[in-house]
């Protein structure tokens, strides 16, 4: 079974600019995260997807971040204007039913962001 | 006050011993508990799982919760070299949010 797959693995942008990343979760997984992850810290959720719908997007820098799961599937999570305190690990993880406390959540490889 | 604690570490143990890791939880609704080792560069991976107050084992791990006190624990026994990893401990509650903790890094000397 292929695990969750996330694009590209790294990306160096100038500060101002756009970047999107893109993950595939897990066949089967209606649950899908977006988590950003500072060095020495821990993964912090930036939004939340079941199927279709964002159920919890409240961590989200709606300023700047935006993300979408239009099919259900899928996922993009853009930053524009990128700024510099951005550069950090993007990491999407996927999960059965999210409602169910004993569902594991598996992690991607991860997008690492540096914005100069 | 950071809602799921760690130490940073490093936690530094030789080969063949015990590692102990410590967790405390500020969310009293929390309803399970997750243990995720994360090497360098790579991305997070559940080693345990726990729900209800006790000790878990599987393998080398144990895992300990202590509701009362908001206190979950990981031993990892015959420490190996391959164990060095950050660990990172992780609540939910109700709606499937997992909270995380820094992360103790585990270094461990042949």
């Known amino acids: 079974e292929a695990g969750v797959v996330q694009s590209p693995r790294y990306k160096i942008i100038e500060k101002k600019q756009p970047v999107a990343f893109w993950c595939n979760p897990i066949?089967?997984?209606?649950?899908l995260y977006w988590y950003l992850q500072n060095l020495g810290q821990g993964p912090e959720l930036l939004i939340r997807?079941?199927?279709?719908?964002?159920?919890?997007d409240s961590q989200l820098p709606k300023d700047r971040f935006s993300a979408e799961r239009l099919k259900g599937v899928d996922s993009t999570l853009k930053i524009q204007p990128a700024e510099l305190g951005d550069s950090a690990v993007y990491l999407c993880a996927s999960s059965l039913e999210g409602g169910f406390i004993g569902n594991e959540q598996f992690f991607g490889p991860g997008t690492r962001l540096t914005v100069l | 006050q950071k809602e799921v604690e760690q130490n940073s570490g490093p936690l530094s143990v030789p080969e063949g011993a015990i590692a102990s890791l410590n967790c405390t939880y500020s969310d009293r609704v929390s309803q399970s508990f997750f243990w995720y080792r994360q090497y360098s560069g790579k991305s997070p991976e559940l080693i345990m799982s726990?729900?209800?107050?006790g000790d878990k084992e599987d393998g080398r791990f144990t895992a300990q919760l202590n509701k009362a006190s908001q206190y979950v624990s990981l031993l990892i026994r015959d420490s190996q070299p391959s164990d060095s990893a950050t660990y990172l401990c992780?609540?939910?509650?109700?709606?499937?949010?997992?909270?995380f903790g820094g992360g103790t890094r585990v270094l461990v000397k042949p």
């Open positions: 997807y079941e199927n279709e719908e964002a159920v919890d």
């Open positions: 726990i729900y209800s107050n």
């Open positions: 992780a609540s939910k509650a109700a709606g499937n949010k997992l909270t």
């Open positions: 066949s089967g997984h209606n649950t």
